[in-house]
């Protein structure tokens, strides 16, 4: 089945210590999204690709990151990690209209 | 700018009974509206969405959703509700007309149905 894979489902990181989330479609969509979800709050647009185009969200903090080497995956980086960055990514597929599938989250956990 | 409420944090009913879902959104020119569902530690699956068309859309699980451009709304429904049914449900609103993708999601609200 076409899907949207993350990986891992849980993640556990240190203070500082960097950590990448990645995320897979089989759905050869154009748009992929991160979302960083708190709490069952509303989902937070980190930034988006369509296909190579980089839409970074003005409020998104400079110690987010992403890389989409191709089509298919898609990377979150964060290269310092704080206690307030523990929260559920959320990572989306698209085409153009809008309709998006999502995987089944990463939670990460910052002791 | 856009912008979209849910006024309801939850929502309570019984089982077998109608649920209604409220939704209101702002937006500048014309939207793609969408429901989304979220069961616990799960990433959010699509319902329904209106992009053009007929006011009234029908989803997955027997859910439909009513476009009222007049009052900015898009209500979700559903004629009976399920015990399954008992979920985060969150609504969003995106431009049709700019090319971007950046999509408003509601503050959600969580559904209690009850056997």
């Known amino acids: 089945d076409a899907m949207v894979i993350q990986n891992p489902r849980y993640q556990v990181t240190q203070f500082g210590k960097p950590v990448t989330l990645s995320c897979s479609q089989t759905?050869?969509?154009?748009?992929m999204y991160w979302y960083q979800q708190k709490s069952s709050q509303a989902p937070k647009l980190l930034f988006h690709?369509?296909?190579?185009?980089?839409?970074n969200e003005a409020d998104t903090p400079d110690n987010f990151q992403s890389r989409r080497p191709n089509t298919s995956f898609c990377f979150l980086d964060i290269r310092s990690p704080g206690l307030g960055d523990a929260a559920m990514y959320l990572c989306?597929?698209?085409?153009?209209?809008?309709?998006?599938?999502f995987g089944p989250g990463t939670r990460l956990l910052v002791l | 700018a856009q912008s979209v409420a849910q006024p309801e944090d939850q929502v309570n009913v019984a089982e077998g009974n109608p649920l209604t879902v409220k939704c209101t959104y702002s937006v500048s020119g014309n939207p793609y509206l969408f429901w989304y569902v979220q069961y616990p530690n799960r990433g959010l699956q699509f319902l329904l969405k209106?992009?053009?068309?007929?006011?009234l859309v029908k989803g997955s699980y027997g859910f439909e959703a009513e476009f009222n451009k007049s009052q900015t709304s898009f209500h979700l429904k559903k004629p009976s509700a399920l015990v399954s049914d008992s979920a985060l449900y969150f609504c969003?609103?995106?431009?049709?007309?700019?090319?971007?993708?950046?999509?408003?999601f509601g503050a959600g609200t969580r559904l209690f149905v009850k056997a």
């Open positions: 989306a597929t698209s085409r153009v209209e809008g309709t998006q599938n």
């Open positions: 209106y992009i053009t068309g007929d006011n």
């Open positions: 969003a609103v995106r431009r049709a007309d700019t090319g971007g993708f950046k999509t408003i």
């Open positions: 690709y369509y296909d190579k185009d980089f839409n």
């Open positions: 759905l050869n969509h154009n748009v």
